[in-house]
């Protein structure tokens, strides 16, 4: 198995380019099942969730050519089955899109419950009752008896649709299953996250009609063709943007983060700032650093929906609260089991209580080398930071989760001066070892 070794203490200095949004590449993979011809997608990350997307979608019938340097020619003009059963469905949350694509392509969708991240309950009820408003048949769409979701509808109307609750993963799926219904789709209480917007400019760019996209009111005005044709970047990623950010200020560096959205990044920005690190914005690039010597002051976070701080960023920021002087909170208002890392971080000698969704954490803390296991693909990501600041050597185990998001993470942080490397090793070396009490 794969394992991250890390020597930390090193703070990081230079440039660090940032990669697509996985978010919105996989939401504009299945919205591209929807098109009547090619299209040419770039800027896309080279990371094992995208290239899962991409196999799925192969086995759709859809033509994937590479065409180097994270450029890709997709054609679903010969995709003939409505049934996303390929054993990878079950392994990425975002495969549940091809749901709304199918449905909206062949009026009936057929497909595994998806997997992805284990940090809580995420039901799809959201998605299916917003698909039902649409026209697909019944009350009770979804048959869950041997672990696949059937959909069947004998057209797709226009439907005035408000969320309970606000959900990406939703207001994603219903707006392509709304793409090519007869007649206006209105989605209210919709999410607003970037990745959202960039599907709609995707499939608008593709001959959707799709408005309101970043608000809480979406407007979606089916259309019977969706003609492609046309080449469409992806996004810069916010949360990759977001973690070499925060690696910066915990090894106390000075590093420019480049290709990001300045405007993406303010939730994260603005605590910096509150913690006293020195934020230089340029038109695509955040510059950070923080005085010599100058303390971490200690602040609250509190996870929200976008333009909130983003859950996707809670672990990370938790890390770097350890090194703050004094006592920080992180509230978790997202996810309802999302701290199932902080165990991991506490092996490390972070000094962290967890009252239902609030994290507790004090600081300074002297973090020290340990064994440890990346438990979700944040948390990952969370172990990696603080091995960059942690005394000795820090090995992190199941290594493969942090690869679904993160692209080439060794080499941007080894050409910023972190000692990390990726090595194989067998499962039983890389096992805490027992302690006796």
Same mark, same amino acid.
């Given at each position: 198995?794969?394992?991250?070794?890390?020597?930390?203490?090193?703070?990081?200095?230079?440039?660090?380019?940032?990669?697509?949004?996985?978010?919105?590449?996989?939401?504009?993979?299945?919205?591209?099942?929807?098109?009547?011809?090619?299209?040419?997608?770039?800027?896309?990350?080279?990371?094992?969730?995208?290239?899962?997307?991409?196999?799925?979608?192969?086995?759709?019938?859809?033509?994937?050519?590479?065409?180097?340097?994270?450029?890709?020619?997709?054609?679903?003009?010969?995709?003939?089955?409505?049934?996303?059963?390929?054993?990878?469905?079950?392994?990425?949350?975002?495969?549940?899109?091809?749901?709304?694509?199918?449905?909206?392509?062949?009026?009936?969708?057929?497909?595994?419950?998806?997997?992805?991240?284990?940090?809580?309950?995420?039901?799809?009820?959201?998605?299916?009752?917003?698909?039902?408003?649409?026209?697909?048949?019944?009350?009770?769409?979804?048959?869950?008896?041997?672990?696949?979701?059937?959909?069947?509808?004998?057209?797709?109307?226009?439907?005035?649709?408000?969320?309970?609750? +606000?959900? #990406?993963?939703?207001?994603? *799926?219903? &707006?392509? !299953?709304?793409?090519?219904?007869? =007649?206006?789709? $209105? /989605?209210?209480?919709?999410?607003?996250?970037?990745?959202? +917007?960039? #599907?709609?400019?995707?499939? *608008?760019? &593709?001959? !959707?009609?799709?408005?309101?996209? =970043?608000?809480? $009111? /979406?407007?979606?005005?089916?259309?019977?063709?969706?003609?492609?044709?046309?080449?469409?970047?992806?996004?810069?990623?916010?949360?990759?943007?977001?973690?070499?950010?925060?690696?910066?200020?915990?090894?106390?560096?000075?590093?420019?983060?480049?290709?990001?959205?300045?405007?993406?990044?303010?939730?994260?920005?603005?605590?910096?700032?509150?913690?006293?690190?020195?934020?230089?914005?340029?038109?695509?690039?955040?510059?950070?650093?923080?005085?010599?010597?100058?303390?971490?002051?200690?602040?609250?976070?509190?996870?929200?929906?976008?333009?909130?701080?983003?859950?996707?960023?809670?672990?990370?920021?938790?890390?770097?609260?350890?090194?703050?002087?004094?006592?920080?909170?992180?509230?978790?208002?997202?996810?309802?089991?999302?701290?199932?890392?902080?165990?991991?971080?506490?092996?490390?000698?972070?000094?962290?209580?967890?009252?239902?969704?609030?994290?507790?954490?004090?600081?300074?803390?002297?973090?020290?080398?340990?064994?440890?296991?990346?438990?979700?693909?944040?948390?990952?990501?969370?172990?990696?930071?603080?091995?960059?600041?942690?005394?000795?050597?820090?090995?992190?185990?199941?290594?493969?989760?942090?690869?679904?998001?993160?692209?080439?993470?060794?080499?941007?942080?080894?050409?910023?001066?972190?000692?990390?490397?990726?090595?194989?090793?067998?499962?039983?070396?890389?096992?805490?070892?027992?302690?006796?009490?």
């Amino acid at each position: 198995m794969s394992v991250y070794k890390i020597h930390g203490g090193i703070p990081l200095q230079g440039e660090v380019s940032v990669s697509g949004s996985k978010n919105a590449v996989l939401g504009i993979l299945a919205a591209a099942m929807l098109l009547d011809g090619a299209c040419i997608l770039e800027n896309v990350p080279d990371i094992a969730d995208v290239q899962a997307m991409l196999e799925i979608c192969e086995t759709l019938g859809a033509i994937i050519t590479p065409l180097g340097g994270g450029t890709y020619k997709i054609d679903p003009t010969n995709i003939s089955t409505h049934e996303a059963t390929h054993a990878k469905v079950k392994n990425i949350r975002a495969s549940y899109y091809l749901l709304g694509a199918l449905l909206s392509r062949f009026k009936k969708a057929t497909m595994h419950m998806p997997g992805g991240c284990n940090f809580g309950t995420r039901p799809i009820d959201l998605h299916l009752k917003g698909f039902s408003k649409l026209g697909a048949r019944g009350t009770d769409i979804s048959d869950l008896r041997d672990g696949t979701i059937r959909i069947v509808a004998d057209k797709l109307r226009g439907a005035h649709i408000f969320l309970d609750v +606000v959900s #990406v993963g939703a207001t994603i *799926n219903i &707006m392509l !299953a709304a793409t090519r219904a007869d =007649g206006l789709t $209105t /989605i209210e209480n919709a999410a607003k996250e970037p990745h959202i +917007v960039d #599907v709609a400019n995707f499939l *608008n760019s &593709m001959g !959707a009609n799709i408005k309101g996209a =970043g608000t809480d $009111t /979406i407007r979606i005005k089916g259309v019977p063709v969706l003609p492609g044709g046309y080449s469409y970047s992806i996004i810069p990623d916010q949360i990759e943007a977001g973690t070499y950010m925060i690696a910066a200020a915990m090894t106390r560096g000075d590093v420019t983060v480049k290709n990001l959205i300045p405007k993406h990044m303010e939730p994260l920005t603005a605590k910096l700032m509150e913690m006293g690190f020195d934020i230089f914005e340029g038109d695509d690039s955040i510059r950070v650093t923080i005085e010599e010597c100058r303390p971490i002051e200690p602040v609250n976070f509190k996870t929200m929906p976008y333009p909130g701080f983003p859950t996707d960023l809670q672990p990370q920021a938790t890390a770097l609260l350890c090194l703050a002087k004094g006592m920080s909170r992180m509230h978790e208002n997202v996810w309802d089991n999302r701290f199932q890392y902080i165990s991991e971080l506490q092996t490390m000698g972070a000094n962290i209580s967890v009252i239902g969704r609030v994290a507790l954490v004090s600081g300074p803390s002297f973090l020290h080398g340990a064994n440890v296991v990346a438990m979700d693909l944040r948390a990952g990501a969370a172990m990696v930071l603080a091995g960059l600041v942690a005394t000795g050597e820090t090995i992190i185990s199941s290594a493969y989760r942090i690869d679904r998001g993160y692209e080439h993470i060794v080499e941007k942080l080894t050409a910023m001066g972190a000692q990390i490397e990726r090595v194989e090793e067998d499962a039983s070396s890389c096992q805490r070892p027992l302690v006796e009490v």
